[in-house]
């Protein structure tokens, strides 16, 4: 490979990126389950370690761990249920409330462009007619998504069992890529990058407990509806780098809007989500996540926007661990070390038109 010429070296590279895009978006119900499994196992390992070490059975300790990991989420299932449920208790109400808000709307509208009552209904007709002619493609749409959620929790415990109890095989199928005067820095990049996705998992456990107990618990205090329901979905969908809070929000504001006929608990939701954010992004995250993941804003939107077009909501939350693995691998080889750099976060101060040291390579690694 390194005897061939650098525009052929360029084009295998460019290929092998359009190749891999094409096989997760064909793949994707399957590369994506296996892939969450990994990062599963991943945090796992410690526990899994603990146990082995104390002479606990190889299958014993990855089902212990299993079993973790299960009761973990059925907990986080139970509590989003029972904010929901008081949700849905509150249907009588929350029907009553849009309505209002319908009703304050359409007197608005009416005495800003002079359509009457009846014009906005016929619109209206008009619109939920088009919405009922593709709604058989939107039911078939979730009734797909719910089965896929279905199957990926289905094939999650046995994805995550088979990676835990052949991890030694799957090690040695990884040495045995590489020569044998590579297997040191290979070792270094394996065990670098189960620290970086363990901590970089536990950090965004840290955040979402964090977003949650904060967030929530001040509207709670302020006496917003459902605050713990929005801390809880703002908290998960934070986890969208740039994207989900804005998501998040309009998310919180329509369940306020549904739930209260005043609007002081929308400006009071914006003002604790502002100042939320702005503590998680600039004195947890870059403690608890940016320290183990330094990928710059541009990676980070262009890998978000890429894994949600590929594989949906799981290639957008995955995306950033992806990347970080990719820029792990990336910095440890020669052919590979400019796609390192630009995933990194490191720019330079100076443009590399007049630094002429900017241009080449400052550490050089065997292929």
Request: aromatic residues 10%.
């Amino acid at each position: 490979m390194n005897q061939l010429p650098l525009t052929v070296k360029r084009s295998i590279e460019l290929v092998g990126l359009f190749l891999l895009g094409v096989l997760i978006l064909v793949g994707k119900a399957v590369i994506m389950p296996l892939i969450m499994a990994f990062f599963v196992s991943i945090v796992l390992l410690p526990v899994y370690r603990f146990l082995t070490k104390r002479h606990v059975p190889q299958v014993v300790a990855v089902l212990l761990s299993i079993l973790l990991m299960i009761c973990s989420g059925v907990v986080i299932i139970w509590f989003f249920s029972a904010q929901i449920s008081k949700l849905l208790a509150d249907f009588p109400q929350i029907k009553h409330t849009i309505l209002t808000h319908l009703r304050e709307f359409s007197d608005w509208l009416m005495q800003r462009t002079h359509y009457s009552t009846q014009q906005q209904l016929q619109f209206f007709h008009e619109q939920n007619a088009k919405i009922l002619n593709s709604a058989g493609g939107l039911l078939s749409g979730a009734a797909l998504s719910i089965s896929s959620i279905f199957v990926l929790l289905g094939l999650m415990p046995i994805y995550v069992f088979l990676l835990l109890f052949y991890k030694n095989l799957l090690l040695r199928f990884v040495f045995l890529w590489f020569p044998e005067q590579a297997h040191d820095r290979v070792e270094e990049a394996l065990r670098q990058t189960e620290t970086t996705i363990k901590s970089y998992l536990i950090g965004l456990m840290i955040q979402i407990a964090f977003i949650v107990i904060i967030l929530g618990g001040i509207l709670e205090i302020l006496g917003v509806p459902h605050a713990l329901l929005i801390g809880i979905i703002l908290a998960f969908l934070n986890l969208i780098p740039y994207v989900g809070i804005v998501v998040g929000t309009l998310i919180g504001v329509l369940i306020i809007l549904a739930s209260s006929p005043d609007l002081l608990p929308i400006a009071e939701l914006l003002g604790v989500v502002a100042v939320v954010h702005f503590l998680d992004q600039n004195i947890l995250r870059p403690r608890v996540v940016g320290s183990k993941v330094k990928i710059n804003a541009f990676a980070s939107i262009v890998g978000v926007v890429i894994g949600g077009h590929l594989a949906g909501i799981a290639g957008m939350f995955l995306s950033l661990p992806i990347i970080a693995i990719l820029k792990l691998i990336f910095e440890r080889t020669d052919m590979f070390s400019q796609w390192g750099v630009l995933f990194g976060d490191e720019n330079p101060v100076h443009s590399p038109m007049h630094k002429l040291e900017l241009r080449v390579r400052t550490k050089q690694n065997d292929a």
